[in-house]
Every structure is written in C-alpha cells, then in structure tokens.
C-alpha cells in the first residue's frame, strides 16, 4: 500500500495518507516528552516497543468485543488504522491515586480507587489539556450525551479487561489515557494507542516506589532506565494470549 506524505505529526507518531482513503499509517517515534511538551528527549527504541505493545493490546482488545482503529502492524515502529475523525477529548481511568489526582487532592499515592474514576479532558495543549466538567463538555459540544456516555461505558470495559490482562502479566495497571474517534459511518472507535507512554503501570515483583515504575514516569521524574522499563512491558506483554 502506497504511503503519501504526512497528514500530521504530534508529539509521539507521524500520521500518513496511503493509497486507501479510508486506511492511515501511524509511524510511532522514539521521542519523549512530558509536561505538555516542557520536557522533552528521546527514548532509544520506543517507538518500536510502543508500536509492538499497542498493537498487541489492540489485537486483544478487539477480541474482547472493544471496536478500535488497528487493522495490522506493518513494520517495526508503523501500523496501519482505519481513519478516524478524533474526538478532542483525553479519557484517564484511574484504578489508584498518582500523578495529578494526589497533586490536585491531597490523597496517598496508590490509593485504591473502588470504583475506578473516570476523567474528561479537554485535547488542547495551547489550553494545558483542562479537566471537564459534564457541564462544560455540553457547552464545547464536542460529543453529544449519548457518544460521552458510550465513551465512559467503552473506557471502563477497556479498563476491565487490561487490568485483568495486565494483572496476568504481574503489572499493576494505576491509570490510562484513551483517545476515541468516529468512523465514516459515525460509530466510536477506540483510537490513538495504548503504551508505557500513555499508562502507569508498576511492576508487581518490586515494592520499591521508584523502581517499580515501568512507564513515561521515568521519564518524567529522571528515574533513569527507561529503555529497560519500556522493554519489560514489551516482553510480558507480547508472552500473553490475544486471545
């Protein structure tokens, strides 16, 4: 399949046109960034390991019944994905209290959150990417009320089924981004990807707070052996089933 020039770049994956209209091809980068763009470097491999782990978990997804964008990984660091219109939002599930949730609260880290919450954010980096109110997502009309409650029904049957998959793979999976966009026919796809850079997840081998961490936090928080972290994700995840 013929691949044209780019479409779009962000800050994780470069977005092309191919000869299908109705087929994109995400190359998936190995540069970093953290804090709305702030902080920013490179992590030798990741798109690589990104691409394989998300196609992995899209695959699985798929056959737990959740419609996404992947049709198949084409190259090391390139998948191809059926073309969405994305919907501005930034949907976070979160099973324990990290990161801004513990800032923004007071509550403990790891904090055990029964039920999971889910969060709204506005897509907009110029904006800070601001939490929404459901009064406020009515106002921006970016979703009708039935596609806003799809997406949160959608996001905690995702979160089921890759707490339990990750739980298979000695993770524990804190919290999660999830981007969804609306096919040609207007159904709500699972879309964007599912990553150490777009999860926490802590290994559940090791009880250190620090070492323990297998995602962007390393990154984020100058623990050093990112690549590593990256790399064990990768390797517990491609061991299980997509089934």
Not at 71 to 83: F, G, S, T, Y
Not at 185 to 206: F, T
């Amino acid at each position: 399949m013929t691949q044209f020039s780019p479409l779009y770049e962000g800050k994780a994956k470069i977005i092309y046109a191919t000869s299908d209209p109705d087929i994109l091809l995400a190359e998936f980068k190995d540069d970093a960034t953290a804090f709305n763009a702030q902080k920013r470097g490179s992590i030798q491999n990741k798109g690589v390991m990104n691409c394989a782990i998300a196609s992995h978990l899209f695959q699985y997804l798929a056959a737990q019944g959740i419609p996404n964008h992947f049709i198949a990984q084409v190259a090391p660091n390139k998948m191809h994905m059926r073309r969405v219109e994305i919907i501005p939002l930034e949907v976070v599930v979160r099973n324990r209290a990290a990161g801004s949730l513990c800032r923004q609260t007071g509550l403990p880290l790891g904090l055990e959150l029964n039920p999971p919450l889910v969060e709204f954010y506005l897509k907009n980096d110029d904006l800070g990417d601001p939490l929404l109110t459901g009064d406020r997502l009515r106002l921006l009309q970016i979703a009708t009320d039935e596609e806003v409650a799809k997406i949160r029904e959608m996001a905690l049957a995702v979160n089921t089924h890759l707490s339990r998959f990750f739980a298979e793979c000695g993770i524990t999976l804190v919290d999660f981004k999830l981007e969804f966009g609306r096919s040609r026919s207007g159904e709500i796809l699972l879309a964007d990807e599912i990553s150490p850079d777009s999860c926490r997840l802590w290994n559940q081998d090791e009880s250190d707070p620090e070492k323990r961490i297998l995602d962007k936090d390393r990154f984020r928080q100058d623990l050093g052996a990112i690549e590593d972290a990256y790399a064990l994700v990768m390797q517990r995840v491609l061991a299980h089933s997509v089934r």
